[in-house]
Nanobody, 113 residues
Framework: QVQFVESGGGLVQPGGSLRLSCEAS????????MAWYRQLPGKQREFVAR??????HYADFVKDRFTISRDNDKNTVFLEMNRLEPEDTGVYYC????????WGQGTQVTVSS
């Protein structure tokens, strides 16, 4: 059974930083492009960033603030988030970029002063 366990969220002030982690089990991420998604309050889940074997792509709203990375040996995907804004508040999830598996619980990110 494929599982994704996201962690690293929390409460941070505007302009602050967080590093999210997503540990996968039941799947070897080296075989897949992986992505981060988020669900803002009252909105549908949306794409944030993806990482293939090498190439990385980001949603326009990231504006060079976030960096996605992967550690295939640890079967883990990361999202480094800097210059966080209140509009980034939401639940962050990871999954494969295509043919998504079951979603994890996500990790709550709250940006507020």
């Amino acid at each position: 059974q494929v599982q994704f366990v996201e962690s690293g969220g929390g409460l941070v002030q505007p302009g602050g930083s967080l590093r999210l982690s997503c540990e996968a089990s039941g799947i070897s991420i080296i075989a897949f492009a992986m992505a981060w998604y988020r669900q803002l309050p009252g909105k549908q889940r949306e794409f944030v960033a993806r990482v293939g074997a090498v190439a990385k792509h980001y949603a326009d709203f990231v504006k060079d603030r976030f960096t996605i990375s992967r550690d295939n040996d640890k079967n883990t995907v990361f999202l480094e988030m800097n210059r966080l804004e209140p509009e980034d508040t939401g639940v962050y999830y990871c999954n494969t970029e295509t043919h998504q598996r079951s979603w994890g619980q996500g990790t709550q990110v709250t940006v507020s002063s």
